[in-house]
């Protein structure tokens, strides 16, 4: 099975918020019942992907296998200084990644990263940072086995 992975274009804006609904869908059912369906679709959601895909500041990469989007990463540039106050680390943030199923765990996941740490050396990052939920394990496994590392823990609470 070949992947190629290219930088999304305005074309493929609608594709990617295709795939970013099913992804909304599985970490609402699975991780965060507060997640807000109607946004991805929405006025919000489609200016914050054309905002990602159009911005040298942002990283939009689509999987592609048998010329049909798989998978997408979304990632943006920190603020150089906005990682704890140190002025000359510049702080990338990968946002978003999410794979259709059935073409999961075929190192799809693996080259969109690649390919985003790429984007992050050409852009002089020093840190790559995400957030991800404590209870998405394969996630956490994923992300720990590509060099991240614990660095800080939110807890949150209902009120």
């Known amino acids: 099975m070949a992947t190629t992975i290219r930088k999304a274009t305005m074309k493929d804006l609608k594709k ?3 795939l970013n609904l099913e992804l909304f869908k ?3 059912k699975e991780y965060d019942s507060l997640l807000d369906l109607d946004w991805v679709l929405g006025k919000d959601g489609i200016e914050y ?5 159009s911005k040298d500041n942002s990283c939009v990469l689509v999987s592609i296998v048998d010329g049909k989007i798989v998978g997408y990463l979304c990632g943006e540039l920190g603020k150089t200084g906005a990682y704890r106050r ?4 510049i702080p990338a943030y990968l946002e978003t990644i999410f794979i259709l199923e059935e073409f999961r765990s075929k190192k799809i996941g693996k080259k969109l990263y690649d390919k985003f740490i790429e984007w992050c050396k050409t852009k002089n990052v ?3 940072m995400l957030d991800v939920s404590t209870k998405n394990k394969l996630a956490i496994k994923f992300y720990r086995k590509n060099k991240f590392v614990d660095y800080s823990l939110t807890l949150e609470t209902d009120l």
Do not use: C, D, T
Request: glycine share 0%; aromatic share 6%.
């Open 126 to 128: 020093s840190k790559a």
């Open 26 to 28: 599985k970490e609402k």
């Open 86 to 89: 140190l002025s000359k680390v």
């Open 16 to 18: 990617i918020q295709e």
């Open 49 to 53: 992907y054309k905002n990602r895909i």
